[in-house]
Every structure is written in C-alpha cells, then in structure tokens.
C-alpha cells in the first residue's frame, strides 16, 4: 500500500482543504481562454433579470451563472461546461462572451449562462431563478479508502476526507473530480449526507476514458484524488408527493444516496424506483434496493433490462416505457432521472405526452461527457 503524501496520482496542491468560495487558483488552459473575453475588463459588470428587481454583480472572470450563486440566486444547471444545456436562458439586452462559442448580443434565446461573461451591463432571463443560500463548497484532497468492482464497467470508490474535515451536501448532489491539468470531472455522491466526511462515487469505464478508465484503472488504496463539493441542483422537493426514480447504469449513484437519506431521517414518502441496465450482471448494487423493499413499505423496486438473458422474467426494455406500464397517470407524481441523455431526454418526452406529468415535476441529471470541455467550451 502507497502513502498518501508519496503517491502524486491525483495530487494537484497539498493535502488539506480550502473553501472554494475564496479566490481559487483558474487553470492555466482557462485562463487562456478567458483572456480573450476578460483582458480589457477590471470591474465587476451589473447583470439584471428580465421581469424581476433581481441585479448582481458579474465580477471579471465569473460566469453568469457563478455570478448568480454568489449573490444567493440559482439558475438550473447540472455539467456546468456547456454540454448539457440545463442553463440555457434568455440574453434580453446586452452583450456575453461565451467560452468556446464568441459574443452573442442581445436579443438572444439558448445562451449557456454556465458559460457566458458580461462583456457591459446584461438583462437576462434565465428559466428559472430562485433565492438559494450561496453555496459553501470546499476543494478537498482526498484519499483513496477502498475500490470496489461489482460490475465489468463500474468501480465504486470510497474517498475519506482530511481527518475532521466534513463537507455537507444534499442528497443528489455531486463533486467535481479534478484532473492534473486542472479539468473536472463530475460524479455523484452516492453516499448518504449523514457521512459526510467521505465521498462514495460509483464510475462507469468509458472506453479511452481519461478519469474512468486510465485514472480509475491505475488507482491503488492510499492514492489521493483532488476534489470539489458539493455541485448540483438534483435534490429532492419538500413535498410529500409520490416520488418515481429513474436510473440507467451509474445512475443508480444519487438515487442511493437520496434513499439512504429518507431511511436515516425515518421519512416514509413513497418511492418507486426503476433501475434499467443491459443485464442482471449490471444491476450492480442489485441488492441494496431489493433490501429496501423487504424492509420499507413505502419503497418500491423495478429492475429493467434492455438485454435480458434467457430467462429473465422481470421488465424488460426501457425504464421510461416499463412506469408508464404501472403508471398511465403522473398527473401527481414527482419524477427524478439520473444516467444516460438518451433516458432522461426520452423519459421527459414520454412520460409528459403520455401520462400527464407536469414538466416542472421532473428532474434530472444526465451523465453528458465532458470531453473537449476545456477546447470547445
Ligand atoms: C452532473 C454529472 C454527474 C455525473 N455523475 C456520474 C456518476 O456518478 N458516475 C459516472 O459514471 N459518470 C458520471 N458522470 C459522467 C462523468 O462525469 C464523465 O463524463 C465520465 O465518467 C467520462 O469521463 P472520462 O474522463 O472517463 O472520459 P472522457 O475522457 O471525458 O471521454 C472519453 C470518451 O468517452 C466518451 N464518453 C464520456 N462519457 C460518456 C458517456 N456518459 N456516455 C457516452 N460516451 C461518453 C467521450 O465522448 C469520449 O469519446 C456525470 C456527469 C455529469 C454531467
Ligand atoms: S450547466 Fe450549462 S450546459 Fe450544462
């Protein structure tokens, strides 16, 4: 076993930890970027928000949306690096550099606020706006504590933070592994948020895959991966209305960590989930939510395979279609998609069309790539 302080796999700053809302090193190929859309600009530039009094300061250098968490507001996002499209809002006035895409000028529909800087005063009008505590993340040096394949594909990874440092999330929410050359890589907390001292990621190997298949592949106990926390808007509503969870693959990773935080917290709100792979041998957690179910009323649990072996006598095909089976109306159910595009995009179409959810009751994470996030975004 290799010592943390001797292993230099992921290590990009010493051990420890810092609050990432303080000023933070950019890296390099960033600031590169940036210096096109930033050279000229000292001061912090006013953004406004179309229909609302809602005004924050843009300071060089920030996106908009980075912009907006820092004064207490959030507008949806998931990947943050211009690939998943959950930011998208409106330009009403004004003109934004956006990185990799150049300036748009307002009137403007579609503009990637994760990736857009005032280059004057902005109106924007995101999709959504809500007034959110700033987020306190941390950037962390963790340690490798245990690695786990329980499928072909899939490794789970068990992080332990610095001794005594925590870092409180929401079930849902995700971390951003940071690579040498200082690119991220989003993953979600699998863990509960009773524990969080630790990160338990679930990694899917994506063939040539930088972080999933030759930094994953390598890590050994001991290794130290940098990272930050906590990211992300896919947590659950304080409703208490029926709950459908959706995942594909490694989707099942914040789902875990959602089911385990109703369990530790004694709430009974009623939960049905489908978790859809090719084959069995995927489901690769198979037994925790089999144990959910024996063991809490208000869980319910559907394996869907796509590719099941001779057999296989359970649902079959795709999640979105296998609830639509049990469920012809979601006219009050909240539903919450977590894995491939593919999924979440189709699940939203169908289960909209077809059974009645209402949009604004569904949410999701889709696992996008980021590749080419630093070159293209
Ligand atoms: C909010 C969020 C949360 C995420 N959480 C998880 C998680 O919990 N578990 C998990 O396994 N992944 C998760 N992902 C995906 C993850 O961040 C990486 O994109 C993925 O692991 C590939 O990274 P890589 O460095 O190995 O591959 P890269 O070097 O970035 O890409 C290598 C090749 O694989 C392709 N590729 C990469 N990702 C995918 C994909 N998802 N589907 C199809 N092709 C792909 C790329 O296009 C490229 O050709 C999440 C993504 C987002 C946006
Ligand atoms: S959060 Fe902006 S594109 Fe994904």
């Known amino acids: 076993m290799s010592s943390p302080m001797s292993t230099p796999a992921l290590l990009n700053r010493t051990p ?9 090193e950019t890296p390099q190929r960033e600031i590169e970027q940036n210096a096109t859309t930033t050279a000229n600009r000292g001061e912090a530039e006013l953004v406004t928000v179309a229909g609302t009094e809602i005004e924050f300061p843009c300071e060089p250098g920030q996106t908009v949306l980075e912009a907006a968490e820092t004064a207490g507001w959030s507008i949806p996002y998931s990947c943050r690096k211009g690939v998943c499209t959950s930011c998208t809002g409106g330009l009403r006035a004004g003109e934004l550099a956006v990185r990799g895409r150049g300036t748009i000028s307002g009137p403007a529909d579609n503009v990637l606020l994760c990736r857009a800087e005032p280059l004057g005063p902005v109106e924007i009008e995101p999709r959504r706006i809500e007034r959110r505590e700033p987020p306190r993340r941390k950037a962390l040096t ?10 072909p594909r899939v490794t789970v990874l068990d992080l332990r933070f610095p001794i005594g440092r ?4 929401q079930a849902g929410q995700f971390l951003n592994v940071t690579l040498p050359d200082g690119d991220t890589r989003p993953y979600s907390l699998a863990n509960s948020p009773q524990h969080n001292d630790a990160a338990e990621l679930h990694v899917r ?5 930088r972080f999933s298949e030759q930094i994953v592949g ?21 409703t208490d209305a029926p709950v459908i969870l959706l995942a594909t693959g490694t989707g099942f990773a914040p789902i875990k960590s959602m089911v385990q935080d109703q369990i530790a917290r004694r709430q009974t709100r009623r939960m049905h989930l489908y978790w859809g792979c090719r084959t069995a041998d995927d489901l690769y957690l198979r037994e925790l939510p089999e144990k959910w179910a024996a063991r ?9 395979l796509s590719r099941p072996a001779p057999g296989w006598r359970g649902a079959t095909g795709w999640v979105q279609q296998a609830v639509l089976a049990d469920y012809p109306d979601l006219a009050h159910v909240h539903v919450y998609a977590c894995g491939s595009e593919a999924m979440t995009t189709q699940a939203l179409a169908t289960l909209t069309s077809e059974a009645g959810l209402r ?4 949410h999701a994470d889709a696992f996008v790539p980021a590749a080419g996030s630093l070159t293209t975004a």
């Open 359 to 362: 949009e604004e009751h569904f």
């Open 166 to 169: 925590r870092a409180p999330f």
């Open 205 to 209: 190997t994506e063939p040539g895959g």
């Open 16 to 24: 420890g930890d810092r609050d990432a809302n303080q000023p933070q």
């Open 218 to 238: 390598e890590l050994r106990r001991g290794d130290l991966v940098s990272v930050e926390t906590p990211f992300g808007e896919f947590v659950l509503d304080d």
């Open 296 to 304: 809490h009323d208000w869980f319910r649990f559907t394996p869907v």
């Open 142 to 151: 963790t340690v490798v504590h245990r690695i786990r394949r329980p499928a």
